[in-house]
């Protein structure tokens, strides 16, 4: 469990190119969505991803920020935000570890 600047990899865990696919979406054109330049985009999807920008992309799709990871990545993931402190969940055990914290 880890604490806010969260990074993930975004080409192992999100599945833009799917949901651009079924939009009928070109990367161009989220990148236009987002006020970037596709290189800016590019940067963001083929490396380190910040939650941030993981909100801002699924605003520009239209979509739930959870839509955008690949189902398979994990077995179960999420945000929870709790008192001004936001909380990465990728497995079963950290979200034991938050509850213990919270209680």
Request: glycine letters at 4%.
């Amino acid at each position: 469990m880890t604490k806010a600047k969260i990074k993930i990899k975004a080409k192992d865990h999100l599945c833009i190119d799917t949901l651009l696919q079924k939009k009928n979406l070109k990367k161009t054109d989220l990148a236009q969505k987002l006020g970037v330049n596709r290189q800016t985009l590019h940067s963001y999807l083929d490396g380190n991803i910040t939650i941030e920008n993981i909100l801002k992309i699924a605003e520009a799709l239209n979509v739930e920020p959870w839509e955008l990871f690949n189902r398979s990545s994990y077995d179960i993931s999420g945000f929870i935000k709790h008192k001004g402190e936001t909380y990465t969940i990728n497995s079963k055990q950290d979200l034991q570890n938050l509850l213990n914290l919270i209680d």
